[in-house]
């Protein structure tokens, strides 16, 4: 198993920015992808960015909705994940869950929510 705890959300105005943190405990060895998703109300759940590891090395991928202006970065030391956000928008308002993938099965967290106001 795998435990994911979210921090750092919060209300902010257009414009401003955030930084995600998700700290990951338990059987965190063979985690090989870990992300960020988020669920605005009325809404289904959607990806918002990923990094994953392989033979080559880490590779990050970002929904168009948010490159450019989002981050994600992992602490692999400390079994943290981060997601810089900037220039946020209304639209970015959400619960943000972080996610992590170990052996084929998906672990998340219980959210942290992300409003920004126009």
């Known amino acids: 198993q795998v435990q994911l705890v979210e921090s750092g959300g919060g209300l902010v105005q257009a414009g401003g920015s955030l930084r995600l943190s998700c700290a990951a405990s338990?059987?965190?060895?063979?985690?090989?992808?870990m992300g960020w998703d988020r669920q605005a109300p009325g809404k289904q759940r959607e990806s918002v960015a990923q990094?994953?590891?392989?033979?080559?090395?880490?590779?990050?991928d970002y929904a168009d909705s948010v490159k450019g202006r989002f981050t994600i970065s992992r602490d692999y030391a400390n079994n943290i994940l981060y997601l810089q956000m900037n220039s946020l928008k209304p639209e970015d308002t959400a619960v943000y869950f972080c996610?992590?993938?170990?052996?084929?099965?998906?672990?998340w967290g219980q959210g942290t929510q992300v409003t920004v106001s126009s």
């Open positions: 996610r992590a993938q170990r052996l084929g099965v998906k672990f």
């Open positions: 338990g059987s965190t060895a063979s985690i090989n992808a």
């Open positions: 990094i994953s590891t392989d033979a080559i090395g880490n590779f990050a």
